[in-house]
Antibody, heavy 119, light 110 residues
Framework: EVQLVESGGGLVQPGRSLKLSCAAS????????MHWIRQAPTKGLEWVAS????????YYRDSVKGRFTISRDNAKSTLYLQMDSLRSEDTATYYC????????????WGQGVMVTVSS | DIVLTQSPVLAVSLGQRATISCRAS??????????MHWYQQKPGQQPKLLIY???NLASGIPARFSGSGSGTDFTLTIDPVQADDIAAYYC?????????FGAGTKLELK
C-alpha cells in the first residue's frame, strides 16, 4: 500500500524558514517523480514544485522560485521542501504527491501538512 | 501558464447524471494523448485521482465515473450520482510546466 506522510509544518513568522518532509513507503520511490501541491484555506489546489525520479530535474512555480527548494533522498525514500523567506501568502496545507510517469497524473497524495505564516 | 476554467458549483439530484466541464486556454493534447486529469476532494481529505489522460479510470474508482474530451474541452461525468460523490472536483493539466489546476467544481445536492 502506497503511503505518503508529510511532516514539518507549523506556525512561522514572515521571512523565516521551514523544511517539510514527505516519507514514502509501499512503492519504489526512486522510480517516481514527486510533486508538492498546496491549498490555501478554503481555496483550490496550486502546484508548487516537482522533481524527477533521479532528482536531476526540478521545476517551480514562479511565485516560489528562489525561495523554495525541492529535493529528495532516494536512499531514505523521502521528499523535502525547503521553504525560505516565507510570506503570508504561503499559508496553506502542503501535499506531496507521486507521479509515476513524471509528466502524468498525480497518482497518490499524502494527507497534507499545514503551514501558517504569521507574526 | 495554461488556465483551466471550471464552473464553481453544480447542483444535482441523487441518481441523476452530473456533467462537470473543464476548458483549457490552449490545447493540452500531444499526438492524441490528452494530458488532462481529474481529482475528487472531500472536506478535510486529500485529493484522490479519478481519471487520468482524459478518459482512463484510476485504480479502484467506480465505473459510474467517466471522462471524455480532447484539445481544450474536457468533461467528467458521474452517472448515477450517489451521496458519497458530494465533493469538490478539480481538473489538472500536465501538458506543460507549470502544472495547473482548475478552480474546482463543488458538486451539491439539489
Amino acid at each position: 500500500e502506497v503511503q505518503l506522510v508529510e511532516s514539518g509544518g507549523g506556525l512561522v513568522q514572515p521571512g523565516r524558514s521551514l523544511k517539510l518532509s514527505c516519507a514514502a513507503s509501499g512503492f519504489t520511490f526512486s522510480n517516481y517523480g514527486m510533486h508538492w501541491i498546496r491549498q490555501a484555506p478554503t481555496k483550490g489546489l496550486e502546484w508548487v514544485a516537482s522533481i524527477s525520479p533521479s532528482g536531476g530535474s526540478t521545476y517551480y512555480r514562479d511565485s516560489v522560485k528562489g525561495r523554495f527548494t525541492i529535493s529528495r533522498d532516494n536512499a531514505k525514500s523521502t521528499l523535502y521542501l525547503q521553504m525560505d523567506s516565507l510570506r503570508s501568502e504561503d499559508t496553506a496545507t502542503y501535499y506531496c504527491a507521486t507521479d509515476v510517469n513524471y509528466g502524468g497524473p498525480l497518482d497518490y497524495w499524502g494527507q497534507g501538512v499545514m503551514v501558517t505564516v504569521s507574526s | 501558464d495554461i488556465v483551466l476554467t471550471q464552473s464553481p458549483v453544480l447542483a444535482v439530484s441523487l441518481g441523476q447524471r452530473a456533467t462537470i466541464s473543464c476548458r483549457a486556454s490552449q490545447s493540452v493534447s500531444i499526438s492524441s494523448i490528452n494530458l488532462m486529469h481529474w481529482y475528487q476532494q472531500k472536506p478535510g481529505q486529500q485529493p484522490k485521482l479519478l481519471i487520468y489522460r482524459a478518459s482512463n479510470l484510476a485504480s479502484g474508482i467506480p465505473a459510474r465515473f467517466s471522462g471524455s474530451g480532447s484539445g481544450t474541452d474536457f468533461t467528467l461525468t458521474i452517472d448515477p450520482v450517489q451521496a458519497d460523490d458530494i465533493a469538490a472536483y478539480y481538473c489538472q493539466q500536465s501538458r506543460e510546466s507549470p502544472n495547473t489546476f482548475g478552480a474546482g467544481t463543488k458538486l451539491e445536492l439539489k
